[in-house]
């Protein structure tokens, strides 16, 4: 196909090639990678990192997956990556194909964070769910996969996946950053942007103003999460009563008051405040004030251990 290329006048050439490339790559990917690298040397081989962004699918769909997970079994959790959103591959391979660079080039984030980290910041952003995990050893990993091919009807686990995220090391991208003109944002700032982001923030708002008293419109959702733009936070998906915080800078007790701020602004929240004659609010005044204390030992200990 390059050859091809090369015969019609196409002198601008770009091969995505990965940042798991290299001649003694654990896996057969890598190997292939490196191997068309040496076979197009006046091409443009752009190593890519850890791909994220757009629809869920191929490898970041089965990353979203995993996230979703209630603990997850995991291989080499500190495992170093690079990130890169979709949006920010594409310049880049827009890029190279302008002739700004040449030659091998690293298109993947210049701070290399855990593999574990990437997973667990996709839970938390598009579930509001911390991720439990559980560190497996490789060899029993490949043993895993092994077996998983000999037995019918049971899900094969891909030795080549396994082996890929094993033999990742991390790549010196920052220069080659400037060189395609691509400014790489932090994985935490652009998860929240993404539809399951914002979806996620979303069932958050619904969540806490239900709790505070009012029905969740669509207009007041939205003005919660304008009011959040750094995303979902982890929180309890059950037993909320007894586990709201008593501390008043803890993120979950700050995005409650903002809640409640934003019922007490609104038409359905006034109208909730004002319904009913003074002795049955007094007495609900009262049974909330029995309920609180009720829950208060169960609050003292979630704050303790947080």
């Not at 090639?17 to 292939?32: D, I």
């Not at 982001?197 to 008293?213: I, K």
């Not at 936070?233 to 008043?248: Q, S, T, V």
Request: hydrophobic share 45%; aromatic share 4%; proline share 8%.
């Amino acid at each position: 196909m390059f050859d091809g290329a090369c015969d019609v006048g196409i002198t601008t050439c770009v091969f995505i090639s990965s940042q798991s490339a290299r001649q003694n790559a654990l896996n057969r990917y890598g190997r292939m990678k490196w191997a068309i690298e040496q076979s197009i040397p006046d091409a443009t081989s752009l190593r890519v990192g850890l791909v994220y962004g757009g629809p869920r699918k191929a490898m970041y769909g089965l990353l979203c997956r995993l996230a979703q997970l209630p603990v997850l079994p995991m291989i080499e959790p500190g495992r170093m990556v690079q990130p890169i959103h979709i949006d920010e591959v594409v310049r880049g391979v827009l890029s190279a194909a302008d002739g700004r660079a040449r030659g091998v080039v690293a298109l993947a984030g210049s701070e290399p964070i855990a593999f574990g980290d990437v997973l667990k910041a996709l839970a938390l952003a598009y579930g509001g769910k911390r991720l439990p995990m559980l560190p497996v050893p490789l060899r029993l990993a490949l043993l895993a996969c092994a077996v998983s091919e000999r037995i019918p009807f049971v899900p094969t686990v891909d030795k080549e996946r396994v082996l890929g995220l094993a033999g990742t090391e991390p790549i010196d991208s920052a220069l080659d950053l400037v060189r395609l003109g691509v400014d790489v944002a932090p994985m935490s700032l652009r998860l929240p942007r993404e539809p399951a982001g914002r979806r996620a923030l979303l069932s958050e708002a619904r969540m806490f103003l239900r709790y505070v008293g009012i029905a969740p419109t669509p207009a007041l959702m939205r003005r919660y999460a304008r009011a959040l733009p750094e995303g979902a936070i982890a929180r309890p998906h059950w037993g909320l009563r007894c586990r709201e915080p008593l501390n008043a800078t803890a993120p979950l007790a700050k995005r409650l008051r903002i809640a409640a701020r934003i019922a007490e602004a609104s038409a359905p929240g006034e109208t909730m405040l004002s319904r009913g004659s003074r002795p049955r609010r007094l007495l609900d005044l009262a049974l909330q004030a029995m309920v609180e204390l009720i829950v208060l030992p169960t609050r003292l200990l979630v704050s303790a251990w947080r």
